[in-house]
């Protein structure tokens, strides 16, 4: 565990805080453009990752598990979206025979 402190140490925050941000978003800009349910549903998985990432660095960073922590609660919250989004796309698949999520317009009353 002392080889890990000592290496997220070793890099500056300031490199974290920029990759998150690229990650982030490259995320954001996934959900916006695309339409594809899939690919939406993966951007927020790369938002969630970022934020996991900082987290991390910043508990690290800090001396506090905290945050640490608290990543742990995300991945259990991202696993739940994953097993109930990927439940909804199936069962938008079989009703429209397309992931996009304009067609959903079809659904409404």
């Known amino acids: 565990m002392e080889n890990v402190t000592q290496a997220i ?10 990759l998150c941000t690229i990650i982030f978003s490259i995320g954001v800009i996934g959900v916006l453009i695309r339409r ?4 939406i549903f993966m951007s927020i998985e790369l938002m969630l990752n970022a ?7 910043f508990s690290v960073q800090h001396n506090d598990p905290s ?5 742990f609660f995300i991945m259990a919250l991202a696993a739940a979206e994953v ?5 909804i796309i199936v069962m938008i698949f079989r009703n429209t025979n397309s992931t996009d999520v304009n067609i959903l317009n079809k659904l409404k009353w």
Not at 9 to 18: E, K, R
């Open 36 to 39: 594809n349910a899939i690919v």
């Open 83 to 87: 097993a109930v989004g990927l439940a």
């Open 9 to 18: 140490q070793g890099v500056p925050l300031n490199h974290y805080i920029l």
């Open 67 to 71: 945050g640490q922590v608290f990543v």
């Open 51 to 57: 934020v996991n990432l900082l987290l991390t660095a």
